[in-house]
C-alpha cells in the first residue's frame, strides 16, 4: 500500500508556528521530490513550497517566503514544512505530494498526493 500521510496541523493564532510532516508508507521518499500545496474553502489549488530529491534545491511561494522552510529527512522517510509567523490567510488544508521534480505548479501530474491535513490560524 503507496501512501503519502501530512500531520502536525491544527489550531494556532495568528503569529504562531507549526510544523507539518509528510510521512511515506510503503516506499522510500528518496526517489521523489515532494511538494506542499493548500486549498482553503472556496479558494484554488495553490503551490507552497517544494523540495528537489537530493535536497539541494527548495522553492516558495511568494506568500510564505521568509516565513515557512520545508526539509528533508531520508533517514525517517518524511519531509517537514515549517511554518513560521502564521497569518489567517495560511488557513487551508495542507496537502504533500510526490513528484518526479520540484514543482509548485498544483496543475502538475503528480505521482502520489496525501489527503491532507487542516491549518487553521485564528485568535
Known amino acids: 500500500q503507496l501512501q503519502l500521510v501530512e500531520s502536525g496541523g491544527g489550531l494556532v493564532q495568528p503569529g504562531g508556528s507549526l510544523r507539518l510532516s509528510c510521512a511515506a508508507s510503503?516506499?522510500?521518499?528518496?526517489?521523489?521530490?515532494i511538494g506542499w500545496f493548500r486549498q482553503a474553502p472556496g479558494k484554488e489549488r495553490e503551490g507552497v513550497s517544494c523540495?528537489?530529491?537530493?535536497?539541494?534545491?527548495?522553492k516558495y511561494a511568494d506568500s510564505v517566503k521568509g516565513r515557512f522552510t520545508i526539509s528533508r529527512d531520508n533517514a525517517k522517510n518524511t519531509v517537514y514544512l515549517q511554518m513560521n509567523s502564521l497569518k489567517p490567510e495560511d488557513t487551508a488544508v495542507y496537502y504533500c505530494?510526490?513528484?518526479?521534480?520540484?514543482?509548485?505548479?498544483?496543475?502538475?501530474?503528480?505521482?502520489?498526493w496525501g489527503k491532507g491535513t487542516l491549518v487553521t490560524v485564528s485568535s
Open positions: 510503503g516506499f522510500t521518499l528518496n526517489y521523489y521530490a
Open positions: 505530494a510526490a513528484q518526479d521534480l520540484c514543482q509548485t505548479d498544483p496543475y502538475y501530474d503528480m505521482i502520489y
Open positions: 523540495i528537489s530529491i537530493s535536497g539541494g534545491v527548495t
